[in-house]
């Protein structure tokens, strides 16, 4: 308890799917002793319970996991660790504040988080350190500007995967799919072994958004087309989805008249990218990227308020969850370090931008404390385009360090870069950091 | 002489593999960046497999359905062969993860095993 009568923890954290569940787990075992995850659902594990597929871990575990699988070996790590938790738990607010009468020390800062659940009813809590971990929500169908009326039968692919893998009901027979993320792909085969037909995957970039993996696996295995440049131009039907208009784009994403072809179906599956779920961050006054939808953080994966820190899917989207565990893993740690005053947020030490050069969309982190940033540093990025043959570049101000040749480079698959701690820290007036890609 | 052109599925790379086939024998495999693009083009073009993931009902759980995969992978034309025998399964509550719900699935020779926990309903 606090002077103001709340609970205290040192660490609470925001959401107990896959970057939840690892940031607990690293946050114990590097020392700190208090922590809470509060998460919506009824279980713990997040989206994976319903990603039944196989295909996680080979980084983490070197074997393959189904979703609920890999989920399982992190639950079972946290209750080893006897970590609390709070199910079915919705946090509505997130509250950043230095306490008054404290001499404005950035560490002093104290985060209230106000949550409500059917057992407790509405509580606020505080927090030392507060790790967000939300993950990510599917845009609708309304971010879609696709005219038609407002029939059932159209779902986000994620809805329909939990529908079919948790519900256990099958949401139609005649879909097709709008998007080629994995979600969607991933659906198309698990609805086709269900008994459904699905008749073609629509993208509207030349290009598909899911890992290569998944077009061989469910597409290609059971035959459905995937339709590169093409989009949903009409959705028909009234009460139900009848049918779905499917025409051609040109370069500029636009329809092209006469293309369209009428594909008679009763469900529309939407799988056209995933925003990270940023309204508590947003309200905590956390800076937000506009190009990632994430917030901005440093080295230490720590946010534009002194000890509140994101991992996963909430800071930006990942395509696989190794990757999630990973940086969850080093969110926790630096969380723990944070509250043990070690690496405390030094607005005195000296802070480097990472800026992006030609074809990058994002880094993160997105600017680098090279005292704070340790032995190495991942650098995680996505590329604005497919690009072939090519080197991946890394700069210290106007000098390149590293050229990472690289076969094939796609928007779908994120890619990393190692920065050595020591060679940051030993450049002279190191004042920027850029990654870049370059013709081979 | 047949040619065929698969994606890699290994790792993200997603090479371009170009495998040349004689009579069922795999002459030469080119586009792989590593050895495992050579192994995965020979087996796909010979004998391909898969894992199959799916769900089958649970009476008296906490949720109506429990997923399910085959415990090794299973020839590739054996998939729907596999789901017909998985649609006929029904478990009770409560499953744990690793529990063989059929053995010898479709007569592939895998077990059909659970990689959920699905608790028993409280009354």
Redesign the interface.
């Known amino acids: 308890m606090n002077k103001a009568g709340l609970s205290y923890y040192d660490i609470v954290i925001i959401g107990g799917g896959p970057a939840g569940l690892a940031a607990a787990i690293s946050a114990k075992e590097s020392g700190a002793d208090s922590i809470l995850v509060l998460e919506r659902d009824r279980e713990l594990g997040g989206i994976l319970n319903q990603c039944i597929h196989n295909g996680f871990g080979l980084h983490t575990f070197k074997e393959e996991l189904t979703g609920p699988e890999y989920a399982a070996r992190f639950i079972s790590r946290f209750h080893e660790l006897g970590i609390d938790c709070r199910l079915n738990t919705m946090v509505l607010d997130l509250k950043a504040e230095a306490p008054s009468g404290d001499e404005g020390s950035s560490n002093g800062c104290i985060k209230t988080i106000t949550y409500s659940s059917r057992s407790e009813g509405l509580v606020q809590i505080t927090a030392g350190a507060v790790i967000l971990a939300m993950g990510c929500r599917e845009r609708p169908r309304g971010a879609l500007n696709t005219p038609g009326y407002r029939p059932a039968g159209i779902y986000t692919a994620g809805t329909a995967q939990r529908l079919v893998n948790i519900e256990g009901c099958m949401p139609g027979r005649r879909v097709v799919i709008l998007g080629s993320g994995d979600i969607g792909l991933i659906m198309a085969r698990r609805m086709t072994l269900e008994g459904a037909k699905v008749l073609a995957v629509a993208e509207v970039m030349p290009y598909s958004g899911g890992l290569k993996r998944n077009i061989v696996q469910c597409l290609d295995d059971y035959g459905i087309p995937l339709l590169l440049s093409h989009t949903v131009t009409e959705i028909k039907g009234k009460e139900r989805v009848e049918a779905v208009v499917i025409s051609e784009v040109d370069e500029n994403r636009r329809p092209v008249p006469g293309t369209e072809k009428e594909y008679e179906c009763d469900t529309l599956l939407l799988s056209v990218g995933l925003l990270p779920e940023n309204e508590l961050s947003r309200g905590a006054g956390v800076g937000i990227s506009p190009v990632t939808s994430g917030p901005v953080v440093s080295e230490s994966l720590e946010t534009s308020v002194p000890g509140v820190f994101a991992c996963g899917n909430v800071l930006h989207v990942h395509d696989l969850v190794d990757y999630v565990s990973e940086e969850a893993a080093a969110a926790g740690k630096r969380a723990a370090e944070y509250i043990k005053g070690g690496a405390s947020a030094g607005s005195d030490t000296p802070c480097v931008p990472v800026k992006t050069g030609n074809g990058v969309r994002y880094t993160v982190p997105s600017y680098i404390h090279p005292d704070k940033a340790g032995e190495r540093i991942t650098l995680r990025f996505r590329v604005g385009d497919v690009y072939r043959d090519c080197a991946i570049c890394v700069y210290l101000n106007d000098s390149r360090i590293a050229r990472k040749k690289a076969r094939i480079l796609a928007p779908g698959e994120m890619q990393e870069v190692i920065l050595s701690g020591d060679e940051l820290r030993s450049f002279p007036d190191l004042t920027e950091i850029k990654v870049c890609i370059e013709a081979n | 002489m047949e040619t065929r052109n698969?994606?890699?599925?290994n790792c993200?790379?997603?090479?371009q593999l170009t495998v040349v086939t004689d009579g069922g024998e795999v002459v030469s495999v080119t586009g792989n960046?590593c050895p495992r693009g050579e192994i995965y083009a020979r087996k796909e073009v010979t004998h391909p497999t898969?894992?199959?993931?799916?769900?089958v009902?649970v009476s008296g759980g906490?949720?109506?359905?429990v997923?399910?995969?085959t415990a090794s992978d299973i020839p590739?034309e054996s998939?729907q062969a596999v789901?017909d025998a998985v649609s006929g399964v029904c478990v009770n509550a409560p499953v744990s993860?690793g529990d063989v719900l059929l053995e010898n699935i479709a007569g592939t020779g895998a077990a059909l095993v659970a990689?959920?926990?699905v608790a028993a309903k409280q009354l």
């Open positions: 698969l994606t890699c599925i993200p790379m997603g090479c960046t898969r894992i199959v993931t799916s769900t009902s906490v949720i109506p359905v997923s399910v995969k590739k998939i789901m993860i990689t959920k926990n």
